[in-house]
T-cell receptor, first 111, second 111 residues
Framework: EDQVTQSPEALRLQEGESSSLNCSYTVSGLRGLFWYRQDPGKGPEFLFTLYSAGEEKEKERLKATLTKKESFLHITAPKPEDSATYLCAVQATGNNRKLIWGLGTSLAVNP | NAGVTQTPKFQVLKTGQSMTLQCAQDMNHEYMSWYRQDPGMGLRLIHYSVGAGITDQGEVPNGYNVSRSTTEDFPLRLLSAAPSQTSVYFC??????????FGSGTRLTVV
C-alpha cells in the first residue's frame, strides 16, 4: 500500500538552530515528491518538487533532498517566520496525478 | 492572476441542508481536486477532475457530488449535510509537471 510518513510530528527550535524534517515513503513507482508549507487558517503553499533520487532543491533557508526511500527538508538558521506546518506528498506513477499525503510536521521557531 | 478562489470562507449548516462550495481557477489548469482536512487525518481527496466534463471519485466521496462544465470551475455539492462533514475544505489545481495550487479553504460546520 502506498504510504507517506512524516517525522517528527512537532519540532520546536530556537532561532538560528538548524534541523531537518523527514518524509519516508512507500510507493510502487515514484513520479514526484512534493513539499508544502501550511500556515494556520490557510491553504498549503507549494515549495518544491523532487523527481529522482539524488535531486536537491533550495529556496532561501530551505533545502529539500530525495533518496529512494525518503526525503529531507533541511532548515538552515531558521527564523520565527519559518514557523508553519510542513507537508510532504508523493505522486505514484500511473495514478492520474493523485497525491498521497503525510500528516505533516508542525514547526515552531522561537525568537 | 487570482490563482484558486474558494467561496464561502466560512459556513454553518444544519443537518440535512444542502449547499455548494465554489472553486474557480484562472491558470488554465486541466486538473482540479477537492480535499478535506481534519485533525489527525491529514488531507483526504474527495473528488477530482482531469478536464472539463470528466470527474472521478477520490478516497472519501460519499455525501459529495461534483461537476466540471468548464476548465475554470469545479463546484462541490453537499447533498444532505451531516455533522461528520464538519471540516476544512480545500480546492486545488495543477497542470502537468507542476505543484498544486491550493485555495484558501472553506471552514464548514454542520450542527
Amino acid at each position: 500500500e502506498d504510504q507517506v510518513t512524516q517525522s517528527p510530528e512537532a519540532l520546536r527550535l530556537q532561532e538560528g538552530e538548524s534541523s531537518s524534517l523527514n518524509c519516508s515513503y512507500t510507493v510502487s513507482g515514484l513520479r514526484g515528491l512534493f513539499w508544502y508549507r501550511q500556515d494556520p487558517g490557510k491553504g498549503p503553499e507549494f515549495l518544491f518538487t523532487l523527481y529522482s533520487a539524488g535531486e536537491e532543491k533550495e529556496k532561501e533557508r530551505l533545502k529539500a533532498t530525495l533518496t529512494k526511500k525518503e526525503s529531507f527538508l533541511h532548515i538552515t538558521a531558521p527564523k520565527p517566520e519559518d514557523s508553519a506546518t510542513y507537508l510532504c506528498a508523493v505522486q505514484a506513477t500511473g495514478n492520474n496525478r493523485k497525491l498521497i499525503w503525510g500528516l505533516g510536521t508542525s514547526l515552531a521557531v522561537n525568537p | 492572476n487570482a490563482g484558486v478562489t474558494q467561496t464561502p470562507k466560512f459556513q454553518v449548516l444544519k443537518t440535512g441542508q444542502s449547499m455548494t462550495l465554489q472553486c474557480a481557477q484562472d491558470m488554465n489548469h486541466e486538473y482540479m481536486s477537492w480535499y478535506r482536512q481534519d485533525p489527525g487525518m491529514g488531507l483526504r481527496l474527495i473528488h477530482y477532475s482531469v478536464g472539463a466534463g470528466i470527474t472521478d471519485q477520490g478516497e472519501v466521496p460519499n455525501g459529495y457530488n461534483v461537476s466540471r462544465s468548464t476548465t475554470e470551475d469545479f463546484p462541490l455539492r453537499l447533498l444532505s449535510a451531516a455533522p461528520s462533514q464538519t471540516s476544512v475544505y480545500f480546492c486545488a489545481s495543477t497542470r502537468q509537471g507542476w505543484g498544486y495550487t491550493f485555495g484558501s479553504g472553506t471552514r464548514l460546520t454542520v450542527v
